[in-house]
């Protein structure tokens, strides 16, 4: 079984910046494509970002310029860097392996972790 494992976010003010990481067991980690989700209030969940093997990334456009997606194959983390953070990017952010590279995740949900960003 899968176990994912989203680091705390926190609280930011407008154009602050954070950085998430997830820790990932039960699974061969460097074999797979790595992807970040959030969930705002009242919305679906929604594809931010994804890492591939080779190190293809892809960004929601959103979030284009301001959010690095990055792995660590020895540590099975990924991890995504957030600069520039608005208020819309307030939501609950997942870890998780997008199927066909950006679909839904392939494996349960972790607890996910709370980014409110807001002054």
């Known amino acids: 079984q899968v176990h994912l494992v989203e680091s705390r976010g926190g609280l930011v003010q407008p154009g602050g910046s954070l950085r998430l990481s997830c820790a990932t067991s039960?699974?061969?980690?460097?074999?797979?494509?790595m992807g970040w989700y959030r969930q705002a209030p009242g919305k679906q969940r929604e594809l931010v970002a994804t890492?591939?093997?080779?190190?293809?990334?892809y960004y929601t456009d959103s979030v284009k310029g301001r959010f690095t997606i990055s792995r660590d194959n020895a540590k099975n983390t990924v991890y995504l860097q957030m600069l520039s953070l608005k208020p819309e990017d307030t939501a609950v952010y997942y870890c998780?392996?997008?199927?066909?590279?950006?679909?839904?995740?392939?494996?349960?949900w972790g607890q996910g972790t709370q980014v409110t960003v807001s002054s």
């Open positions: 039960g699974t061969i980690f460097s074999r797979y494509t």
């Open positions: 890492l591939t093997t080779g190190g293809s990334t």
């Open positions: 998780n392996a997008p199927s066909g590279r950006t679909g839904p995740g392939l494996w349960a």
